[in-house]
Each structure stands twice: as C-alpha cells, then as structure tokens.
C-alpha cells in the first residue's frame, strides 16, 4: 500500500516512535509497539487466526503512522495516537461506538496495514466508529491506542 493520509480531525497526541532500518512504514498504517521499535499491523507474528491476530495487535497498539521511514532508514517518526482516520474496510453497516480493530489478510495468516473490520470485543479493538455508514467500503474511526492511552474500553 502506498502513503494515505488517513486523519480526518481531532487531536492526535502524537509520539514520537523508533524504527528499525529494515522496517518499512506507510503514512497511515495502524502500527503496534514491538519493545523499542514501531512496527506495521502485517509484521506482528501469526497468531493462529484472525481473532488471535486481532487481540495480540491490539494489546501493543500503538497508533497510525503519520510519517513514513523507507527500507535503510533509521529515523524516529509521529504517530497519532488518538484521533479520527477514515480506513478501509469490506462493505458492512456500522453504528456509531461499534468496536473496530485491524483487518486480517486474505489468508487469515497475518494483519493487513490499512483496513479495518467490525470486531466484537475491546480486547481486540483499536476504535470505535465515529459516523454511522451503511454499505460502507471506507469507516471513520475514533482511534485510541493502547500503549499510550489505555485502549478502546468496551461497554459491549
């Protein structure tokens, strides 16, 4: 996928996050904390399955990529923390507050970058829905990271 900036309106919060040489990231990929460095949602290890994909994400989100860093390089880059992101997703209705998290890839093996989906658990959720669509390929997303802000809190 290439650079999209996602974010729509809201503070961001951003923090300033480390990264790897080799890890390459987008402008607008749903990133996760891996000890001391930011990684894309597609480099969290298989889980097992999409819901185990989706959970073990969540647990270290921690935001959408407001910069990008390139294959070689080494630069820390911003990352929102809060905000609303207007992400990709499969056509489905959405309500306002439903819980969303990453996609996983066609596969069911691993996480996709820059889409979302309906999820049912705040374990496994990166957002809340923030405009009610229906038939929707695109969703807007109140974001809340976990590692910075403590997560979705679910009432579901």
Request: proline share 2%.
């Amino acid at each position: 996928m290439t650079d999209k900036m996602r974010w729509r309106y809201g503070d961001t919060n951003p923090v300033v996050a480390a990264v790897a040489a080799a890890t390459v990231i987008e402008i607008g990929d749903l990133l996760w904390q891996d000890t001391d460095n930011a990684k894309p949602a597609s480099a969290l290890a298989d889980a097992g399955n999409k819901a185990a994909n989706q959970a073990a994400f969540t647990a270290k989100f921690l935001g959408v990529a407001m910069q990008r860093s390139r294959a070689g390089e080494s630069a820390p880059i911003r990352v929102a923390t809060t905000g609303a992101f207007d992400f990709d997703c499969t056509s489905a209705n959405f309500e306002l507050g439903d819980l969303i998290g990453v996609e996983g890839n066609s596969g069911g093996l691993g996480l996709l970058n820059q889409n979302v989906a309906k999820v049912t658990a705040g374990s496994s959720a990166v957002g809340r829905i923030a405009r009610r669509a229906a038939a929707a390929t695109s969703v807007l997303v109140d974001v809340r990271s976990t590692a910075m802000t403590g997560g979705v809190v679910s009432n579901h």
